[in-house]
């Protein structure tokens, strides 16, 4: 069974950082896609930055030049290094893996909150 595991999360002052890391029970190459979402109240689940196995990566507008998806093989995680952090990145972040086996199904961590102060 896959498991997802996030961990990182924390409460920081604008401009500060934090690195969140996603530990998958399974090798990260067997999913198409692993990326990060991040969700606040009312709010829909929008995508931060996504890294596919072939290593392309997608980061939402709000976020390019701040934060960086990265990949550790080794050790299975998958790691958003966040930096110059505003009160807009308030959320719960959540892990996301997506493989493909000719229907598309996606795998989800518990979360882990992100808390900005101004």
């Known amino acids: 069974q896959v498991q997802l595991v996030e961990s990182g999360g924390g409460s920081v002052q604008a401009g500060g950082s934090l690195r969140l890391s996603c530990a998958v029970s399974r090798g990260i190459f067997s999913f198409n896609e692993m990326g990060w979402y991040r969700q606040s109240p009312g709010k829909q689940r929008d995508l931060v930055a996504v890294?596919?196995?072939?290593?392309?990566?997608n980061y939402a507008d709000s976020v390019k030049g701040r934060f960086t998806i990265s990949r550790d093989t080794r050790k299975n995680h998958v790691d958003l290094q966040m930096n110059s952090l505003l009160p807009e990145d308030t959320a719960v972040y959540y892990c996301?893996?997506?493989?493909?086996?000719?229907?598309?199904?996606?795998?989800w961590g518990q979360g882990t909150q992100v808390t900005v102060s101004a």
């Open positions: 996301n893996a997506v493989e493909v086996l000719g229907t598309r199904k996606d795998y």
């Open positions: 890294l596919d196995k072939f290593g392309i990566i």
